[in-house]
């Protein structure tokens, strides 16, 4: 069993930057990929970021490519998403997700967060 807690979110202008973290409880945190979704009200929600269980490989959604950068210190069991030049179209809850295995693949997880809030101001 994998715990995932999300911390970091809030209000932010346009343009700045958050960092989201993801606390996992367990000692097979380094077995898993980790991403993030987010889902905007009235929306599905859609993987925004994924790391494998190395770090090695990554994959991003065109909406936040060149923007986001999601990283893993397996020593601190704990994923990150540092979020620059944020938009308004950002604004969403952001679930932390692991999936049991070797490769970029989240979908579908395992085991969710409980989501942070994420709020960009125009």
């Known amino acids: 069993q994998v715990q995932l807690v999300e911390s970091g979110g809030g209000l932010v202008q346009a343009g700045g930057s958050l960092r989201l973290s993801c606390a996992a409880s367990?000692?097979?945190?380094?077995?898993?990929?980790m991403g993030w979704f987010r889902q905007a009200p009235g929306k599905e929600r859609d993987v925004a970021a994924v790391l494998n269980w190395s770090g090695s490989s990554t994959y991003y959604a065109d909406s936040v490519k060149g923007r986001f950068t999601i990283s893993r210190d397996n020593a601190k069991n704990t994923v990150y998403l540092q979020m620059n030049s944020l938009k308004p179209e950002d604004t969403a809850v952001y679930y932390c997700?692991?999936?049991?295995?070797?490769?970029?693949?989240?979908?579908?997880?395992?085991?969710w967060g409980q989501g942070t809030q994420v709020t960009v101001a125009s």
């Open positions: 997700a692991a999936r049991r295995g070797s490769s970029v693949t989240i979908s579908p997880p395992d085991y």
């Open positions: 367990g000692r097979t945190f380094g077995s898993y990929a």
